[in-house]
Structure formats: C-alpha cells, structure tokens
C-alpha cells in the first residue's frame, strides 16, 4: 500500500508486489538506478522524472549473477565450514562429557587414596600407642617389683637392727651399725615414652592442598561455584599447621600426593589469581629465624660435657668422654639422676622412637639405659667414635673410616666401606645426627692425617643409603665478616644435631661459634658466638637449643619463632 510523501513517511513496496503503490494497477517493469527501486511507465514523469532508469530485464542479468555466486560460495564454503562446525561441535560435546568424566574419577581416585593413607596414618599412630603403652607397662612393672623388693630388704634390715639393739652384743650391735652406712641404693625411676596428640583446626586449606591443583577458566557457573568454595575454605581463622603439628607428621612419614592437571588456562582470570595468592598465604612456612638468638638458662656443670641429649620436661642427658658417669639435668642444672657405667663413655644418643638412651664406651660395648641400668646389647669389632640412634629404631656406630647401621640386636644391615674398594666416605668420625624430615645422615669427619686422612675437619651428609649427598667445610659468606671473637681459624666441627624441620646446627669449636646450616648445606647465619670453644649441642623437640661451651658453660637457647 502507498502512503503520500506529502505527509513524510517513505512508501515501501513488500516482498512481490508486482504493482506500483503510486499507480495502482500499473505493472512495474521499470528500474531506477538513482532511487535503486522498481518503476511503472508513468512513474517516468512523476515520482522518477529526470531519474535514470534501464529496463528491468537488463539489471536482472547482473541479480542472476549474483545469486548465482551467492550459491556457489554457500555450496562449496559456507555450508561445509557449518557442516565442519557441527562435527567439531559434536565431539566437543563428547570430549566435553569425557573430561568431566574423567576429572571426577581422579577426583574421586584421589580422595580415596587420601583416605587411605589418612587411615594407614591412624593405624600407625596406634600401633605405635599401643607398642609405647606396652613399653611403658613392662617398665612400670619392673620398677615396682625393684620397689617391692627394696621395701622387703628395708624392712628385713630394720627387723635386724630392732633384735640387735634388743638383745645384741657389743660386736653385733658394731657390725649392724656398720652395715646401715652402706644403705641399699633406691632403684631409679624409669624414663617413660610420652605422646602427645594436637588436633590441627586448620586442617581445610590443607585438605585442598592434599586433594590436587584445579585450574580453570571461563565465567559461567562452575566459575562463579569455585570462587565460593575458596571464599569459604580461606576464611579468617585458618592458617599454617603449628610446628609441633608438623613435627607429629614429619616423624611419622604420612605424606599425601596430589594429582595435577598438566593443562594451564590461556589467560589467568582475577579469581583464579586470588586463588593462587590465597595458597601462597596458606603454605608459607612457620619456621622463621630470630634476629638474634635468645639465652634461656646459662649455668656452670660441676662436670665436664662432651656429649648432650635433650629430652622431654625440660631435662638433658649429659657425658664426658673421660669419664664412666651419665648425669641428668634439668633446666638449672640440677642433677636429677646419675648412673655410673662400668668403663668410660664415648658417646650417647637418645632413640627417637622409645625415648632411652643408648650408650657407647672404650670396651666396643653398646648399651641401653633400661630402668636405671646399662644394658648390653651388642659389641662392635673397632671402637666406637659416635653413635645415633634412628627414626626406624636403627644403631648408627662411627667407628675409624667407617659408619655402620645395625639393628639393636647387633645385626650389621649396611656400612659404609666395602673391603677398602673405594675411598672411605669418613675418615675419623666425631658425631652424627640423623635427619627427621628427609631421614639424611650427618657426620662431623676429624679427617686425621694419622687415619689417612688430609687433616681438613668437615661434615658429610649422606642419604640413607650412605651415598654422599654433600660436603661442607664451614666456609662461610664473605658477608659474615670475622668477628674479635670467632673467625679466622681453621673449620673444627665438634657436634652436630638436626633441627626439626631439616636444618643442622654444627658447632665449629676453633672459632668459638655455632652454625646454622640448611639441609642443602646453605649457610643461613651464626645461631651463637663467644669467648668460650662450644664442645657439644644438643636439639630438643621444641627447636630450643642445649649448647656447652668450653665444657663447663652450659646455655639454653632459642634461635628461632613459629
């Protein structure tokens, strides 16, 4: 239908309409190249005068053309570009539906092996409990029966003492009072295996960190679902396992892989990097060290220390290598308890696994402190220079240009040096520590000219298996200049102990100072300096350091913070 341009409005012809809407009835059969629109005869003088204008037939040459061509190009382009579409299309929506398919089952694979492991790492802890309960047991008994008795022989002694006095002569009431000066000896407490248990309420951003990596990308539900789920698992409150939380895991070896994807989103998106600033926050490490050490206790031993083994409540086993005596201290330097042995000590090391103290001496003798006594467990064919007691309750023996592993019943299980085919990896053994994170062994080496050696003390660290991990030989960055104090004398390693998260300390006694050291063997910073040659240093479960120096001096320090 036409409408009027006097009133504005553009008439408009609809799709085939043969008839002109400003001439009803009039055929269009004409083309007006200027208005690009079809014409009547009489549109010539009126509506498209002076227009130029052809002939419909003739500009319906150049549109069969270009259908023709429109045709062509959809044929053989367009439409097998859309066909291609719909098959890539197809097999994105099976691979779509494979993929997550397969991302639930390694989901799912990996939270059960993860609850596995968490239930193996239960059975462990309790086998343990129950193998400590029983220990303890069996300890508790026999010192009530040494009680037991020690009452019967008091009470029969007094017995003794009541019919001299009644009716005893002169020479029987002499030689009782002799015989109460040599009292029977109390028998010693025992020293009991503790356990401790502390229930990580942080456990969330571990469990995702357990659980694997997932990336993605994109800003649809799954998208908008996962930034949820962090909000919710980073909430305030939750931060890193407490050192004696990761101390309770490294001992006990539980470790939970993680399965990761291999593909990265093309282009981070800001959740995804908030994601990952909020993991960087969550497993930052807790151990950090003090700018300056802290002394806790110093006080003067009456004896001489060449040896220190922390244990709990705040006490320390202590020997001296001339000597045939054991003493324990307290936080003071107290003497809690001594037992005398029947030669002298070399060495000592506390079992990480039962808490007693071993014991090496002059004789090849190795012994177990057991309710106050020495106990012999096995002897050795050279004399013992070091002993260290392992995590999987192995002996470690230092002896001249060899350590050898034995289980605590005197089985060799592995050594160092085989039939002198190679080069001994120690030479004149002093000390040695064993790891509780990576379970490595650390030997302080005199290196002796007299044994073979070249004279050029040092520390050997060596994986389980006794292969040479690395050497250091005290050097020390150019940036640590020598101090009036310490510095400038040649590398003298006297002790050597881990930390709980893998660190050695190393006491360098020429230079009157203690090191810290990474476990790649870094050096990280001086934990102590001084006027006093440190002799022995000892590490206890809290990281609080035992240090004696100059073999009386004995002082209690902090070198680092959680």
């Not at 539906?97 to 390694?106: G, I, R």
Request: proline letters at 4%.
């Amino acid at each position: 239908m036409a409408t009027s341009l006097y009133k504005g409005q553009i008439p408009s012809r609809t799709k085939g309409q043969t008839t002109c809407f400003h001439h009803k009835g009039r055929q269009l059969d004409i083309y007006c190249e200027e208005c690009q629109e079809l014409a009547c005869t009489k549109c010539l003088s009126t509506v498209h005068k002076k227009h130029p204008l052809c002939d419909l037939s003739e500009i319906n040459l150049q549109k069969k053309q270009d259908i023709q061509t429109f045709i062509n190009k959809t044929e053989k382009a367009d439409m097998v570009q859309i066909d291609k579409f719909i098959t890539a299309t197809d097999e994105h929506l099976k691979d779509n539906a494979s993929n997550f398919e397969k991302l639930s089952h390694q989901l799912k694979t990996q939270t059960n092996k993860l609850k596995h492991d968490l239930d193996l790492f239960t059975t462990q802890t309790l086998s343990l409990y129950q193998q400590m309960d029983e220990d303890n047991t069996k300890l508790l008994q026999t010192y009530k029966q040494d009680l037991e008795m020690y009452s019967t022989q008091l009470k029969q002694q007094v017995q003794e003492c009541k019919i001299a006095l009644q009716r005893g002569s002169d020479i029987q009431i002499y030689d009782t009072g002799c015989e109460v000066q040599f009292t029977v000896p109390l028998p010693v407490k025992p020293t009991l295996s503790t356990a401790s248990f502390i229930s990580n309420q942080n456990h969330q951003a571990y469990l995702e960190q357990a659980l694997g990596i997932l990336n993605i990308s994109g800003q649809g539900h799954g998208q908008a679902l996962l930034d949820h789920h962090f909000s919710v698992g980073s909430s305030a409150g939750q931060g890193p396992l407490s050192t004696q939380h990761q101390q309770h895991q490294s001992n006990l070896k539980v470790r939970a892989s993680s399965t990761q994807q291999k593909s990265e989103p093309k282009e981070k998106t800001p959740s995804t990097q908030q994601r990952s600033e909020r993991r960087k926050d969550v497993t930052s490490p807790v151990y950090t060290l003090l700018a300056q050490t802290k002394v806790l206790g110093e006080w003067e031993s009456p004896w001489h220390i060449t040896s220190v083994c922390p244990i709990t409540d705040g006490q320390v086993w202590t020997s001296y290598f001339c000597s045939n005596t054991l003493t324990l201290l307290d936080r003071k330097g107290k003497v809690i308890q001594e037992v005398t042995h029947n030669t002298r000590i070399i060495d000592i090391s506390l079992s990480p696994k039962t808490n007693t103290l071993w014991v090496c001496d002059k004789e090849n003798n190795i012994t177990e402190l057991v309710s106050g006594r020495l106990v012999h467990r096995f002897s050795t064919r050279q004399t013992p220079q070091c002993i260290c007691i392992t995590a999987s309750n192995h002996v470690l023996v230092g002896m001249v240009k060899y350590i050898s592993k034995f289980t605590t019943k005197g089985t060799l299980v592995h050594t160092t040096l085989s039939a002198g085919t190679r080069k001994a990896l120690v030479c004149r053994p002093y000390r040695i520590s064993e790891c509780p994170v990576t379970h490595n062994v650390a030997v302080t080496d005199k290196d002796s000219k007299d044994d073979g050696g070249e004279g050029k003390p040092h520390v050997v660290v060596m994986d389980t298996d006794f292969k040479e991990l690395f050497v250091y030989d005290g050097e020390v960055p150019h940036t640590y200049q020598p101090t009036s104090q310490s510095g400038g004398e040649p590398f003298s390693p006297r002790g050597v102990v881990y930390d709980s998260v893998g660190n050695l300390v190393i006491v360098d006694s020429n230079n009157n100072r203690i090191l810290l050291i990474s476990g790649r063997g870094e050096f990280l910073r001086f934990i102590q300096t001084g006027d006093n040659p440190p002799q022995a240093v000892g590490v206890d479960r809290e990281d609080v350091m035992w240090a004696a120096f100059g073999f009386n001096n004995v002082k209690i320090l902090q070198y680092s913070s959680v």
